[in-house]
């Protein structure tokens, strides 16, 4: 715009082109990874029990922490609940799940409908339980809570064999931009199984 308005003769980012990795960041736990947590003691079985649920649906922390009973149709096996993080921006921001076996032994018995299925501590707390029973595990990962969101889309895409439009259903997004950063990190997981391969003299 400076040019434009003959403020400045050159534009001094000409030639600079910036390399952006669109790569995921977050650790990503697999399904053997995931059975190690599950055998491992943590600090807070709140946390244990909301973090599985989590790996397994994909559920952000602010949404699985805000789940109550109301938001389980126990008859149907069912999770429908809204988007915490797309409630006021996108009309997509209801998700209607199926609840696999593995996600309704999670949640347990049925209660108040006002009661929430995970009583959990704050945020922070939840973080601190998470760390030490990662550690535990013997799982050498920096593991957050939204890696479970990460490693549910990425272990649906490479060892589920699900198609990109059902995860991205899943995951609540309603077109598939978002869903390239997990196929781009199953790729990565491919480069690294077949470099992984030994070398031998011939």
């Known amino acids: 715009q400076a040019i434009k308005d003959k403020i400045m003769n050159d534009n001094p980012t000409m030639g600079i082109r910036v390399v952006r990795d669109e790569g995921l960041k977050k650790e990503i736990l697999s399904y053997k990874e995931i059975e190690l947590l599950g055998k491992a003691d943590s600090p807070n ?74 009583i959990l501590p704050s945020h922070a707390g939840a973080l601190k339980s998470l760390k030490i029973w990662v550690k535990r595990a013997g799982i050498p990962k920096n593991i957050t809570w939204h890696c479970a969101r990460h490693s549910f889309a990425v272990n649906l895409l490479g060892e589920v064999k699900a198609d990109v439009k059902t995860v991205a259903s899943l995951l609540g997004h309603s077109g598939l931009k978002y869903i390239d950063v997990y196929t781009r990190a199953i790729d990565e997981k491919k480069e690294q199984a077949m470099n992984g391969l030994p070398e031998i003299n011939f």
């Open 45 to 118: 079985n709140e946390v244990k029990r909301a973090f599985l649920f989590s790996l397994f649906s994909g559920l952000r922390w602010c949404d699985v922490s805000e789940l109550t009973y109301k938001n389980i149709d126990f008859a149907n096996g069912v999770l429908n609940f809204s988007q915490a993080k797309t409630k006021h921006s996108s009309k997509n921001s209801s998700v209607r799940m199926v609840l696999s076996q593995m996600l309704l032994k999670l949640i347990g018995e049925t209660g108040k409908e006002t009661d929430k299925i995970f």
